[in-house]
């Protein structure tokens, strides 16, 4: 038996080792909290059979470690510092990468303090069967715990400590593992202490302890080739620089020391904000700030300053007389290096280089000269140069590896070569990568991440992380597009799963007792004639509906919302994982769901004729619609039927249908009816997004065959209001409720300036005026935006101006002006979103904020907090965002596939021809708009053309001498091919002019 024992340090260490911090509660009461900690002497090594340490379940690490590395044949564990996980995490995730891992609690900790992602990879590999990683408690074991000392920096006492924790180990070893009979005293394993920090490496080998750096360690190992590709640059010296970045001469201007950059931030003379690539040229970039309603522009790469999307940079802007206007040309990256001399990516950038250098060069002051001569002073741009990073976005990339940067593509080449990774997205440089499996990547997609951007290096330097599979494939396209928007797709973990209920898909709602947990302050509305109304095949079945007349005249209408809450209890395993979640993410041919699919798509979709919990919202309304009064209970019901659009609709239109269910639904329709005339009074906006819908030819081959324009029917517009209507009345109680922390949704009005462009162009092409004073205005001058002879220029022109507006949000009542509340979209001054809980997250905390408000139950602690409500709400507003997006490229490569096949009918090729309209104008090109299909496109000239920016005309010479004069909001045809695109190794459309030109031959 083990024998355990606790003891408290003496006094005077007691008290160094006491934490301090005070504690808010939710309540807003500070308290001051005082840990002590409890030395032992039992933690235990985690080292198979030892004789000094309890057993404990799980051990991990074997007697010996692992044998056979060139540094210690007889057997070695490692012990990495913080930097190794932060930065070669990569590496240690790789299933090749296998030595037994000693990981300190104090590298532990300082992982999560310094990233979250990463501290949950961490966690996961701890978790992971085929890892052996020891987490050792070396802050509770007496010879390893330390208390910094007075002139100690924290991470000098981190360092400290890593490095006694690797000498206890050492010692330890050597006293419990006896030599076996007839060997050598040194034939027990060793450890190493791994780390890339050479003073480090240092201090821990004066005291006896050994070191490796990971670039050392993985040399010694068998098969290093492919390890070798995934060590990252980031935070080691002992990675040489590629020959590129050996160049002593910077090419980019340094940044300004953080110090510098703050204050002047402060001091209003430099700003600060997220950097944008412009995706229709390579050589320019964006930064909106607080002090500009335009953004800053950023001309050329000097000015950008080795910016990557989406990183927190700083800006100077110029003089006002430096001042430019965008250029109004494509310049693509591909194309334009393409046109230069061919860029080697092992060449530096002082030798080798400098022809391709002074073409860019070159290229750039064309494209900026240009620009000075078309501007219309009215066009001008703040203008600036970045002098500063304060936080880098970088993260893997989806890559294809750029064949011709290859210098041998023999497939039995194994050397190392430094080759160029194309990122998918437009919006990202070339990265440089070194990699020994160049040949046998060619023609896959690829993860690759950024590890450092040198001021001597024209393009980022990073590392190959792992295989996608084969481009175009669905399977390699699927998952390039979920990393490529950050969607966390892996199956749910068993912490998550064990919070389900524990009869898994056998529960039903009990019997109601009076001491029925379930049953406790519910409404009985199961005789009720509910139904649901959603898209077909749907699964996550949220809400459905009901409505009857009463005895006074009035009609009582319900929407019922799956009580999603009842399930999702706060701060569990399962609902911190669809926080980070956020949402559900539709792709074309896979969801990814935010809960578990035994809660989403069976015990809290409301099915038909299953009894199921909800959150009810019903309303006595006249029958002008006008709220009489609105409740808000828990309830049982059981849906009638679940219909799809069409069947509601067909149901609802035949006039031989009488029953109370059919009467139901004509009820809910003319109350909503009147609920839209009432919003559109109001100004609500109608908006329009190009839908289109996708028809697959089965669900296992998910071979598109054909793609059409989604319908709207009334039925459609009639579930709609409903929701509408309850995420109102929803929003209006919980922010009644809880004035500081209610979770709302709010859209703010645009900022006038975006609309100075459509409103230009539809004054000069169409004399067309669009009054964007208010929502109700806008409304108003969008609905006569109308051409006779063209029935889709009204969607057309509604689609540019939504596009023109701000996305809505999720906010934190508490954390934003009263005034700035309101949706502009909807014209409503206060909204949320409720209706949605089994597949958005910000809809279960309206939820939990509801049922605290009537009582239900008391508000868990969290959502009392607005900075907690505020963490969470940044994190949903962000994977809602990236999730739309991720739908829309799903979309587009189906598009792409089903155009494909249609070019392809019967065997035969056959030219796609559909007609479209331009909506924009370049120098060298035409952005068009396919309304049939959704997609948008460019058609490129390569023949020089005349083009008047102020009319936005294009004037392109034809073969017989003539001119061709194109315009903004002409309808033209085009010819549509699918192609492989160079960047993204996948078929993309390409599109050219039939009429009123042919363009293929310019
Ligand atoms: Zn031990």
């Keep these: 038996m083990v024998e355990i024992t606790i003891r408290k340090r003496s006094r005077t260490d007691a008290t160094d080792n006491q934490r301090k911090f005070f504690k808010k509660t939710a309540r807003g009461k500070v308290l001051k909290v005082i840990r002590e900690r409890y030395l032992r002497d039992d933690v235990s090594c985690g080292i198979e059979g030892c004789s000094a340490c309890p057993m404990i379940n799980g051990t991990v690490l074997p007697a010996n470690g692992l044998s056979g590395h060139g540094l210690a044949p007889s057997g070695h564990f490692v012990l990495p510092d913080t930097n190794v996980f932060l930065h070669q995490m990569d590496l240690i995730e790789s299933n090749l990468f296998n030595p037994p891992l000693i990981l300190l609690q104090t590298v532990l900790e300082e992982v999560r303090h310094r990233s979250l992602p990463l501290y949950s990879r961490l966690k996961a590999l701890v978790k992971a069967e085929d890892k052996k990683i020891h987490v050792f408690y070396n802050e509770f074991r007496t010879e390893t715990s ?6 100690e920096t924290p991470n000098d006492r981190n360092d400290r400590g890593i490095r006694t924790g690797a000498a206890w180990y050492s010692t330890h070893i050597a006293e419990t593992h006896q030599p076996a009979r007839g060997s050598s005293r040194s034939s027990h394993p060793v450890v190493f202490l791994m780390t890339d920090d050479a003073a480090n490496r240092r201090l821990a080998e004066q005291e006896g302890v050994r070191c490796v750096s990971v670039r050392q360690y993985v040399d010694g190992m068998r098969d290093p080739s492919v390890l070798l590709d995934l060590l990252s640059a980031a935070g080691t010296d002992d990675i040489e620089p590629t020959r590129a970045t050996m160049s002593r001469a910077a090419i980019y201007p340094e940044y300004l020391p953080m110090s510098t950059l703050t204050a002047g ?9 997220h950097f944008n690539a412009n995706q229709y040229n390579y050589l320019e970039g964006s930064v909106s700030v607080p002090a500009f309603t335009k953004p800053i522009a950023l001309f050329g790469r000097q000015h950008m300053n080795r910016a990557v999307q989406g990183d927190i940079v700083v800006v100077e802007v110029l003089p006002e007389s430096e001042w430019k206007a965008p250029a109004d040309a494509v310049v693509d990256q591909e194309s334009h290096l393409a046109t230069l001399q061919n860029d080697d990516p092992d060449e530096s950038e002082e030798e080798g280089s400098d022809q391709e250098a002074a073409n860019e060069e070159k290229a750039e002051r064309i494209l900026v000269s240009k620009r000075e001569i078309q501007d219309g002073a009215s066009q001008k741009q703040p203008t600036g140069r970045l002098v500063g990073v304060i936080k880098r976005n970088w993260r893997a990339y989806v890559c294809h590896i750029d064949s011709a940067s290859l210098s041998s593509s023999s497939s039995t080449s194994l050397s190392q070569q430094t080759v160029f990774a194309t990122p998918v997205s437009r919006l990202l440089p070339r990265i440089r990568i070194r990699t020994r499996q160049a040949p046998a990547l060619l023609g896959q997609k690829i993860l690759v991440t950024i590890d450092r951007w040198e001021s001597t290096s024209r393009y980022p330097e990073g590392h190959f992380v792992r295989s ?5 494939s669905k399977e390699a396209e699927q998952e390039s597009l979920l990393l490529e928007y950050e969607v966390p797709y892996r199956p749910f ?21 009076t001491d029925s947990a379930e049953w406790r302050d519910r409404e009985d509305l199961r005789d009720v004639l509910v139904c649901s109304i959603d898209p077909p095949g749907c699964q996550d079945i949220d809400d459905a509906l009901h409505a009857r007349p009463l005895p006074n005249g009035n009609i009582e209408a319900g929407v019922h919302i799956a009580d999603v809450s009842h399930f999702v209890l706060p701060d569990n395993p399962m609902d911190s994982e669809a926080a980070s979640r956020g949402t559900t993410v539709y792709l074309v041919d896979k969801r990814i769901d935010m809960l578990p699919a035994l809660l989403g798509t069976n015990l809290c979709s409301l099915r038909p004729h299953v009894e199921r919990l909800a959150f009810s919202v019903i309303w006595e309304l006249t029958s002008d619609a006008q709220i009489v009064n609105v409740r808000f209970t828990k309830s049982v019901i059981a849906s009638k039927a679940a219909f799809t659009y069409e069947e509601a609709q067909v149901r609802k239109d035949d006039s031989k249908l009488q029953d109370d269910l059919t009467k139901s639904i004509r009820l809910l329709n003319h109350l909503a009816g009147k609920l839209r005339a009432g919003r559109m009074a109001a100004g609500a906006l109608n908006l329009a997004s190009p839908e289109v819908k996708i028809h697959l030819d089965s669900a296992e081959s998910s071979d598109p065959i054909d793609v059409e324009q989604k319908e709207q029917r009334e039925t459609n517009s009639l579930v709609e209001e409903f929701m509408l209507l309850a995420n109102i009345s929803v929003a209006r109680q919980i922010q009644e409720s809880f004035p500081q922390t209610a979770v709302l949704r709010r859209h703010l009005p645009p900022p006038r300036t975006n609309f100075e462009k459509l409103q230009d162009i539809l004054q000069k092409r169409k004399g067309m005026t669009l009054d964007v004073s208010s929502s109700g205005a806008l409304a108003a001058s969008l609905d006569k935006c109308i051409d006779p002879d063209e029935p889709a220029f009204n969607t057309l022109v509604r689609i540019m101006a939504t596009r023109c507006m701000l996305s809505a949000e999720y906010f934190c009542s508490g954390s934003v002006g009263r005034d700035t509340f309101g949706h502009y979209g909807l014209a409503s001054p206060i ?3 409720f209706t949605s809980p089994i597949r958005r997250y910000a809809d279960v905390l309206a939820h939990r904020q509801l049922a605290a408000s009537i009582n239900y139950e008391p508000l868990h602690a969290s959502l009392h907090s607005k900075s907690h409500v505020e963490r969470v709400l ?6 809602h965002r990236m999730a739309q997006m991720a739908g829309r490229a799903s979309v587009e490569f189906y598009v792409g596939l089903a155009l494909k096949a249609r070019g392809l009918r019967d065997g035969h090729v056959m030219d796609v021809q559909e007609e479209a309209f331009v ?15 959704g997609i948008e496109g460019l058609v490129m000239f390569k023949r020089e053309t005349t083009f008047d920016a102020d009319n936005y005309i294009i004037s392109v010479p034809a073969v017989d001498g ?8 002409d309808k033209v045809t085009v010819r549509i091919k699918v192609e492989k695109d160079k960047n993204t190794q996948r078929g993309t459309v390409k599109m050219t002019l039939v009429s009123p030109i042919d363009s293929s031959g310019l």
Excluded at 468 to 472: F, H, I, V
Excluded at 920 to 932: A, D, I, P
């Design 146 to 151: 330390i208390v910094r000392q007075d002139a």
């Design 265 to 273: 931030v402060a001091a209003g003379k430099l700003h600060q904000g």
């Design 468 to 472: 996608l599979g084969k481009a175009e």
């Design 493 to 513: 973990g068993k912490a998550v799963l064990d919070c389900l209920p524990t009869h898994g898909d056998a529960w039903v709602v009990p019997p109601k007792t």
């Design 831 to 833: 909204y949320t979103h």
């Design 874 to 879: 940044q994190v949903v507003n962000r994977r």
């Design 919 to 933: 909506i924009r104008t370049f120098r060298n090109g035409l952005g068009v708009f396919v309304s049939k299909l």
């Design 962 to 969: 003539r001119e061709v004069k194109i315009a903004v909001f």
